[in-house]
DNA sequence: CTTGACCTTCCCATGATTGGAAGGATTACA
DNA sequence: TGTAATCCTTCCAATCATGGGAAGGTCAAG
């Protein structure tokens, strides 16, 4: 199997594939005379394992781990379990940041009239001098802002 | 003032100010005779308006259009209040997103004894044929986000 | 034998930011 | 005044995962 037959039935891209074989992330493999990479079915399962982990987020030097203790039949658990809760502290993390983000800019939002007229509640916040009025998701008041 | 001034003043660091000026997010400086950047208190202003901006996730080219509006004592405050929600959208979106890796990749752990046995349904999902069982958790957080 | 669809390698771009090197300017202090 | 520390300057590189594209070789079908 040539490597665009691979990237279609792994969902993993002809560039991607050679990237992560670039990288190290799987092995060099076998060519035929004129220099086309060749893949196995074994190849394709391996590029989908990676593509379901790129799917969850997970960094390439931790789909690298998680590879290698797929491999490893005498793996614990735990080490996977590991790697997987570490990566849901940082989504969560990630998380909480946007939505700090998000629930700020749309009580913003909320307050400007949004018509034709230049003043903006918006804007002057972004002006201000104060700290920004972080809303934590749990606070739907619009205490802190001005101009509203 | 100087650019480590400021930087200071600010919040944005000097390598970032230099970065904006060459990207033409902000003007030119005046420069001394030694070619040292001078910065205005106004200066000063503007890239805090930048830096809040940047903390609510707002990507540079929005944020010369921020800036631009701001500057623009004619501005319809509906062309900001689209900006911003146009953001919102791109957050919204990306937590979404970032809510089924970790709701899915927390199912996962969850039924991962995580002992130093082999045994792991993460490394069992990653490497299954099956389209990933995501789990969508469009319940109170979520509606928390779109609710206020 | 040509055409089109592959493949190869190599370089470049993204976005925002940081790091660092080489060299000049300024400042503080003895 | 000398000198050392701390600034400033520009330029280049790296991050992370991915895509775009060029130049050129290969392969299969007509």
Same mark, same amino acid.
């Given at each position: 199997?040539?490597?665009?037959?691979?990237?279609?039935?792994?969902g993993v891209s002809a560039k991607m594939? $050679? #990237? #992560? *074989? =670039?990288?190290?992330? &799987? @092995?060099k493999t076998v060519r035929t005379e004129a220099g086309y990479r060749v #893949?196995? !079915?074994? !190849?394709?399962?391996?590029l989908r394992f990676i593509r379901r982990a790129r799917d969850l987020g997970f960094s390439v030097e931790q789909i690298a781990d998680l590879v290698s203790l797929? $491999?490893?039949? *005498?793996?614990? =658990?735990?080490?996977?379990?590991? &790697?997987?809760?570490d990566?849901?502290?940082?989504?969560? $993390?990630k998380i909480r940041e946007l939505q700090e983000m998000a629930s700020t800019l749309k009580h913003l939002? *909320?307050?400007?009239?949004? %018509?034709s007229r230049p003043h903006c @509640? &918006?804007?002057e916040e972004l002006a201000s001098e104060e @700290?920004? @009025?972080?809303?934590?998701?749990? %606070?739907?008041?619009f205490s802190a802002l001005r101009g509203a």
């Open positions: 199997m040539n490597i665009g037959h691979a990237a279609a039935a792994s594939i $050679r #990237y #992560y *074989e =670039s990288i190290g992330l &799987i @092995p #893949y196995s !079915d074994q !190849d394709v399962h391996t797929w $491999r490893d039949r *005498e793996r614990a =658990s735990k080490d996977v379990k590991a &790697i997987a809760l990566h849901v502290g940082v989504l969560e $993390r939002a *909320e307050n400007c009239c949004g %018509d @509640p &918006i804007l @700290p920004l @009025p972080v809303q934590s998701k749990a %606070d739907a008041r």
